[in-house]
């Protein structure tokens, strides 16, 4: 009996250095995750290896080009990739080396006469089937090494490749943020009023200074040449003297770019036969032109004196701040000839206080609470409606008592609010996070921020602020760390349990020890629980491997996989496939032992389809008692299927099969349900994931778009004090001029007219520059829209853009028009939806579009909710109604109605609005848009059915 207790013990001790080794590789891939300086990740890893294994050295290599960074306790040292050493070979080939004896490898490298290395392991890091590093570790014996050290060492390695991946897109995400913020700066300081040559001189210096452009410069349109008013570098400063004068497509790059209109990249400027050199030498250059409208103002120029500097995004990101500078220019153009006429001034009076009460209006339609008091927050100047949605009081109250807002604070957030205030009144923009709670005891969850206005001698008297109501986002943190500690509560659990089962079969070692004869007599039984052990010891480190894998993995299909393999791997089960429901057919995600799978699998079909419908596992000893089974391998004996739930909803299953009269038992059944718990956690987190993505997304979408309304809003404000001041200090010497004006009755009709003339013409600049203004917005939308990878996302960008475009269609034809009270509303219909099925690029042989209006001219206020209600309607048709390849169309109508109504229909011949959808009630933000606009014209809606999709609206103008 001595021999098989030694064997018993021996077993024991193997499975005990496992759990270390496992318990090892947790530490370290917690240690790792969070570090990002390769000095002190090498560090860590060296300390955490040698912890378990009594390593020589441990060191960790980075590819820098064409050399290898290698970093330890001794500091950092340089090989070159492919000729220096081991690790050098390992980078080059990106294999996995393993050397017992290095003085029979004559790659090895001796670093000194005192080098102890006798044996050597370097596993290649890979990132994207890419060498990004290596681990290298020195054993100071021959023969220190052995494949399980290998396979631990790519584990190891496998963790520092994710630390290093996490660190390299935590750079780009940072660098992204601060070119973005950069981006936003310098669009702040253009919407300030300033001369045309200091803003031009502002922005070259910020573009130069902010971006690490070698120089840039920007020159002007004036007739038939290219003047260039501004031109700065880093080291040198402002050159005036020596600026060119270019005939526009003859000479020079920015010559080019001003006669063709479109921006140009040279990634070498000495092969260019265009360039012409400037004072400092350069070797690449970018140029952009600068527009307003469909009008080419100039060219912005930056240079780099490094070969091929510019990409495709900062030829995107440099278009965007020409577009902005073509904005901006005109605005300070625009500034100066106001400047320069006083009189013009009087006459836009009336004229900026009906601009004053637009930008009220579209304050008061978005969610966000906008508000704006005097500098010690004790008169609140302005409060939009959105703040009695949020807070569940009356704004009334709060123009009474400004400071009533604090009753509804939570207590424990008060103090944070009160030192925001205060920093507000010394003039310092403020960010708080904070709960309130409202009237009928709910909670909520607000981001507050402030920002001080100063006047010309740097005191603050005005703060603005918008508050923006934030619960869903802190619900969605709140799910992901629930998830998080319920993950890691599962892995305590499973370690204590393999922690109970070591100690049980030691207490059993020493009872078989002390009674020899009751050994003998039950040895069946023993030999039985080990066989249990040992197969629950397997389960609980399939069980760790899995966990770790799905909490360092958001990516199903990866989680998928290695789900797959490692249950495939670890029980020798001869078929594990798993599906995804995705409507009414389970779909192969990944599989391992099939030669001929069933890649789709109907719910009304086969063992899976029969586990989806119940939500029960099923588990067959032999299929061929069941009629369901829908094998693809002819010799399969035994099944075990169960469902995968998310959110108490059926998403899927897990399936595993045998072959060679292996037949499944209960225990089998059991374990298998337990890892399809694991894999519909991940199913869940990844989706909490992916919302948390979208929500953040969005959120930055709409702080973007708050933040220029909020800039255009202050820009109103203040040039409202100033007409104001204007006013009064003109009052007073208007009164003494009237009395000579009446004998000149025939000169002041003359002059009345004029004026009539010339406020048309501002009221026309007006609607020019709201319409530049939004297509701006809608520039940065489809900017911002490129970099989305999700289709859902990118829908909301696209929706988004295509509503700011319906706005800045009105104004358009506003400024072209003699009428600038009403909208030739016919042609605007026909207009705007051909930009729709421009924008969802429809083929027109498959889809037709027919325009049927009466001549009517709508009013602005009339106009905007119409245009937007049909820019709903006709994207909705466009997405859902015609399938790929399904003929059809779509028709518009607007037609007189009894007692001076209006009906407007939207129809399409499409699939039709699906029967157990209430498009009065739905979640859908269009439809919802829908609903809100046709409350505002104080109309009616109606659907019909019949043959399609129609949607009429009644309505009257609106006085």
């Not at 100063?454 to 760390?481: F, M, P, W």
């Amino acid at each position: 009996m001595r021999p098989a207790y030694d064997e018993l013990e021996r077993r024991m001790q193997k499975w005990s250095a496992a759990l270390e080794k496992l318990e090892g590789v947790h530490r370290i891939a917690s240690a790792v995750m969070h570090l990002q300086d390769p000095q002190k990740l090498a560090l860590e890893v060296e300390l955490q290896l040698k912890t378990i294994k009594d390593y020589e050295s441990v060191f960790m290599g980075l590819v820098e080009g064409t050399e290898l960074v290698l970093y330890g306790s001794g500091g950092a040292r340089r090989f070159t990739i492919g000729t220096e050493g081991l690790i050098g070979w390992v980078t080059a080939q990106g294999q996995p080396l393993l050397v017992n004896d290095v003085s029979t490898d004559p790659r090895f490298l001796v670093a000194g006469p005192d080098d102890p290395t006798r044996a050597e392991l370097v596993v290649p890091i890979l990132v994207e089937h890419q060498v990004v590093g290596v681990l290298d570790i020195h054993g100071d014996r021959v023969g220190a090494f052995t494949e399980a050290d290998l396979q631990f060492a790519e584990t190891i390695a496998g963790f520092l490749a994710v630390a290093l991946q996490n660190a390299r897109l935590y750079e780009e995400a940072q660098k992204q943020a601060q070119r973005l913020a950069t981006v936003a700066d310098i669009t702040d300081r253009l919407t300030l009023i300033q001369p045309v040559i200091t803003l031009l001189e502002n922005t070259v210096q910020m573009i130069c200074e902010r971006l690490g452009y070698g120089s840039t410069s920007i020159a002007l349109i004036e007739e038939s040449r290219l003047v260039f008013k501004t031109y700065y570098e880093p080291q040198i400063g402002f050159i005036r003297p020596t600026l060119p004068k270019l005939v526009i497509g003859e000479e020079g790059v920015t010559g080019r770019v001003a006669a063709t209109g479109q921006a140009i990249i040279i990634d070498d400027v000495r092969l260019h036969p265009e360039y012409i050199p400037g004072v400092a030498p350069m070797r690449s250059e970018l140029a952009a032109p600068i527009r307003s409208g469909p009008r080419l103002l100039g060219v912005l120029n930056v240079e780099s004196p490094q070969l091929a500097a510019f990409t495709d995004d900062d030829r995107q990101l440099m278009q965007t701040l020409a577009d902005q500078v073509g904005v901006a220019l005109e605005n300070a153009r625009l500034y100066e000839r106001i400047a320069r006429n006083v009189t013009r001034r009087k006459r836009v009076e009336e004229r900026l206080k009906e601009s004053e009460r637009r930008f009220r209006q579209i304050a008061e339609t978005v969610r966000e609470v906008f508000w704006m008091s005097d500098s010690q927050k004790s008169e609140m100047i302005y409060i939009s409606p959105a703040y009695e949605g949020v807070w569940g009081r009356t704004c009334q109250s709060l123009y009474e008592q400004p400071f009533s807002f604090l009753d509804a604070v939570h207590p424990d957030d008060r103090e944070r609010v009160l030192r925001a205030i205060e920093q507000q009144r010394r003039g310092e923009n403020t960010s708080e996070e904070y709960r309130i709670i409202r009237p009928d005891g709910s909670i909520r969850w607000v981001w507050d921020r402030g920002f001080p206005i100063k006047d010309s001698s740097g005191n603050v008297y005005r703060v603005t602020g918008i508050a923006e109501d934030i619960t869903e986002r802190k619900q969605a943190e709140e799910v992901l760390h629930r998830a998080h500690d319920e993950l890691e509560r599962r892995v305590q659990e499973r370690t204590a349990a393999l922690a109970a089962t070591n100690a049980t079969l030691r207490a059993e070692i020493t009872e078989r020890k002390q009674a020899e004869e009751a050994l003998r007599e039950s040895e069946q039984r023993y030999r039985t629980l080990f066989t249990a052990a040992q197969r629950q010891a397997q389960e609980l480190a399939l069980r760790d491997q899995i966990h770790m894998a799905l909490a360092r993995e958001l990516d199903l299909p990866v989680v998928f996989r290695t789900v797959v393999e490692a249950i495939a791997k670890t029980f020798g089960y001869t078929q594990v496939s798993l599906y995804l429901l995705q409507g009414e057919t389970l779909v192969l995600q990944h599989q391992v032992g099939y030669d001929h799978v069933i890649l789709r699998i109907p719910l009304t079909q086969g063992i899976s389809g029969r586990v989806v419908r119940t939500g029960k596992p099923v588990l067959l000893e032999d299929v061929r008692t069941d009629p369901e089974f829908l094998g693809a391998i002819e010799d399969i004996v035994s099944e075990v299927c169960v469902p995968l739930f998310d959110q108490g909803q059926v998403v899927g299953t897990l399936n595993v099969e045998s072959t060679q009269g292996v037949k499944f038992s209960e225990a089998d059944l059991q374990f298998i349900t337990v890892l399809s718990e694991l894999i519909s956690i991940a199913i869940g987190r990844a989706r909490l994931y992916t919302e948390a993505r979208e929500s953040e997304m969005e959120l930055a979408r709409r702080v973007v778009d708050l933040k220029r309304t909020e800039e255009a809003l202050r820009n109103a404000y203040d040039e409202l004090e100033l007409r104001i001041q204007e006013r009064t200090a003109e009052l007073a010497t208007t009164n003494q001029t009237l009395r000579a004006e009446i004998t000149e009755r025939k000169r002041a009709e003359d002059r009345l007219k004029a004026s009539l003339r010339e406020k048309d013409l501002l009221l026309q600049e007006v609607h020019h520059r709201v319409k530049n203004n939004l297509q701006v917005i809608a520039s940065l939308l489809s900017l911002q829209s490129a970099s989305i990878q999700d289709p859902q996302t990118f829908e909301m960008f696209r929706d988004s853009r295509d509503r700011v475009k319906s706005m800045a269609l009105i104004h358009e034809k506003l400024y072209r028009t003699q009428d600038l009270a009403h909208i030739d509303f016919a042609e605007y219909l026909h207009n705007l939806a051909t930009e729709l099925f421009q924008s969802y690029r429809v083929n027109p042989s498959l889809i037709v579009l027919n325009v049927h209006a009466d001549d009517v001219s709508l009013s602005l206020d009339t106009a905007i909710p119409c245009g937007l209600i049909v820019n709903e309607l006709v994207s909705n048709s466009l997405k859902h109604a015609f399938p790929a390849g399904q003929e059809g169309e779509v028709r518009i109508d607007l037609h007189a109605h009894p007692q001076h109504q209006w009906a407007l229909s939207v129809r399409d011949t499409g699939i039709g609005f699906p029967a157990d959808l209430d498009f009065r009630n739905t979640t859908t933000l269009g439809l919802q848009l829908v609903m809100t606009l046709v409350e505002q014209l104080e109309g009616t809606i109606e659907l019909e059915r019949n043959g399609g999709t129609t949607f009429t609206i009644t309505f009257t103008e609106l006085r």
